[in-house]
């Protein structure tokens, strides 16, 4: 019988019971453990910084002429698509090392600890938070070596950059929830790639829509990475906030409020 059940008086395990203040310090400190994470081990930060800056120079020099007439003038479209593209790929991570974690047997001794249960679920969604910080530092940080200068303003460019952050983090739920339910960190990532890339590249971010077939352009319209790659153009190229920039916000609260209470519940299942 372990020491909870006897102080218990029953066989039945006492309940760490947490209140919201000690459930976010807890969470907090997860957060903080996923950046010495990174810290011990930088080459996690591989795909959040070289992507940016392969992706930037193989896609601007092999379409900027053929799209655009010349490299400085296909800048504005490509450099928010090559943004978008690269922090919701990031977010991809997210699931696949929490499935890593939960093999590892790391969150089963997580539930030995006086901490909130969702504290490890929480902690490494906000860690992640930095990978999609630089990888939206470097990418404009690339477009500027090559030329970039967005008509906006520094302020328009940082609530663009924001804007990405958020909806980022929101679909993070959602691979979050594939590496709590998956059985493998592999599968999770071919699961997570199968339904992230149709959505990264059949949208508008290397393209104009109408060059498209008229059959494809339909699902362009309606794809939401469509509609976060305009509104990040229209924020950093024009300094405007339009109908792209709430309806990017509100598929990112859709998410978040679908994914968010079946991921918690899965997890909680399962640890």
């Excluded at 102080?7 to 010495?36: C, E, V, W």
């Excluded at 477009?143 to 909806?167: E, K, T």
């Excluded at 929101?170 to 149709?198: D, E, H, K, N």
Aim: contains cysteine.
């Amino acid at each position: 019988m372990s020491n909870a059940s006897i102080r218990s008086g029953s066989d039945r395990p006492l309940k760490n019971y947490t209140s919201f203040g000690q459930t976010i310090r807890h969470s907090l400190t997860m957060a903080y453990r996923g950046l010495l994470k990174i810290r011990r081990t930088p080459e996690q930060l591989f795909d959040v910084t070289l992507q940016p800056i392969i992706f930037t120079l193989m896609f601007t020099y092999i379409f900027g002429g053929a799209i655009s007439g010349d490299v400085v003038s296909y800048l504005p479209v490509i450099i928010p698509g090559i943004l978008v593209q690269t922090v919701i790929t990031t977010s991809i991570v997210t699931g696949v090392q929490l499935r890593e974690d939960m093999d590892k047997g790391v969150f089963d001794r997580f539930k030995s600890l006086p901490i909130a249960r969702i504290a490890p679920l929480a902690g490494a969604l906000l860690a992640d938070t930095i990978r999609y910080t630089i990888a939206t530092v470097l990418t404009f940080t690339m477009g500027y070596i090559m030329g970039y200068r967005p008509d906006g303003g520094l302020d328009h460019v940082a609530i663009a950059a924001v804007l990405v952050i958020v909806c980022s983090w929101a679909i993070s739920w959602i691979f979050a929830f594939f590496g709590v339910i998956a059985r493998t960190a592999s599968s999770v990532q071919g699961i997570s790639m199968i339904v992230l890339f149709p959505l990264t590249f059949l949208s508008n971010a290397f393209v104009p829509v109408n060059t498209m077939p008229n059959w494809l352009q339909w699902f362009v319209n309606i794809n939401p990475i469509s509609h976060l790659v305009t509104a990040v153009r229209d924020l950093a190229n024009y300094g405007t906030i339009g109908w792209d920039f709430a309806i990017s916000l509100i598929g990112a609260a859709v998410i978040v409020l679908i994914f968010a209470p079946i991921t918690v519940r899965a997890y909680m299942r399962r640890t």
